[in-house]
């Protein structure tokens, strides 16, 4: 199974780039890297050239605070299949076009914690059972987000079927507290 994923290359590991110029690694640090893999969410519109922006971001793993840019509050993410996080503008320029393991928004509150997650993504559209998973994908990158909101969409394919129609909240409430 090769997926587009651009981090934990070592030299044993075969490099190649697929017909849209997505990075395929195949070789052992693939399986390393695929073993922590919570779920795999495909985009749904991979022919899609999405322009935008990536932020850098500090983490602070002993009190979970996390700073993207310059403070910004709200901002899409993206957790690749290699565990990292992507915070900025384009889910779809995030991941490169390649199969992620969460894709959405999150609000960052006071004290620099994340208050808000959602499901927030045309181009990826997860479902309310992806998103379930999200505080797991959350925690396998290093985050504890269980004290945060979670605002699930039911994001739908247009009828022109060339982009995503949000139709309505499906939970909207504390993240450990949604099943699915």
Partial sequence: MSHGISSGVTNGDQRSFDEQNV?????????????????????KFPEDMQSGKEFSHKHNMN?????VGDHIREVDFIVDLAGNIHFGRGHAFLSRRADVQAAGTVKIGAGNKIRRITNGSGHYRPNAEETARFIK???????????S?????????????????????????PAKRFRR
């Fill in 23 to 43: 990075e395929i690694i195949s070789g052992v640090n693939e399986i390393n890297i695929l073993k922590n893999v919570v779920q795999v969410i495909t985009n």
């Fill in 63 to 67: 009190d979970d605070t996390v700073i």
């Fill in 137 to 147: 994908v959350f925690e396998v990158a290093g985050y504890d987000v269980r004290d």
């Fill in 149 to 173: 909101w979670l605002t699930v969409y039911d994001l739908r394919r247009s009828p022109s079927g060339n982009h995503t129609d949000e139709h309505g909240v499906i939970y909207d409430g």
